[in-house]
């Protein structure tokens, strides 16, 4: 977590740079760290939704506090005009969605065979998110 406030904290003016930000950070972090990556991938989903007394708190403190973190950051790209209209939950959400499909997917976290190639750049998710986020008349950045 305090990667995660260090990355978003830092965007400053430039809240479409700060999302691109936080797909480098997650996509390094579960490459720096695939073993942790595989069990939280199996416990998890696109639909999770830790809560109090079902789970362990220190996952659910976490797991509220990065949406909301990232709702901050759809609001505030909202704000300045270059994220896309829509609750900043919700893009939140299809974010860690998209995400979490990525890194499911990310060989260099799902396997131990070093020889099996990405299925998708880091380039070419960067390039994802940003059609799916960008408000549709911003300016390239």
């Known amino acids: 977590m305090p990667e995660i406030r260090e990355v978003l904290g830092d965007i400053g003016a430039d809240p479409l740079a700060g999302l691109h930000g936080l797909v480098d950070f997650e996509v390094q972090w579960f490459r720096r760290h695939p073993h942790f990556g595989r069990l939280y991938l199996r416990h ?12 362990d708190a220190v996952l659910v403190s976490n797991h509220h506090e990065s949406m909301a973190l990232q709702s901050d950051l759809f609001r505030r790209g909202q704000e300045a005009g270059v994220l896309r209209d829509g609750d900043p939950e919700v893009l939140a959400r299809v974010f860690s969605g998209i995400m979490t ?13 070093p020889s099996i190639g990405e299925r998708m750049t880091l380039e070419e998710l960067h390039d994802l998110v940003d059609a799916t986020f960008r408000r549709p008349e911003a300016p390239d950045g």
Do not use: I
Not at 45 to 53: C, D, H, I, K, V
């Open 101 to 113: 499909t990525f890194q499911s997917l990310d060989p260099a976290v799902m396997s131990d065979d």
């Open 44 to 55: 998890s989903s696109a639909t999770f939704l830790p809560t109090e007394g079902t789970q």
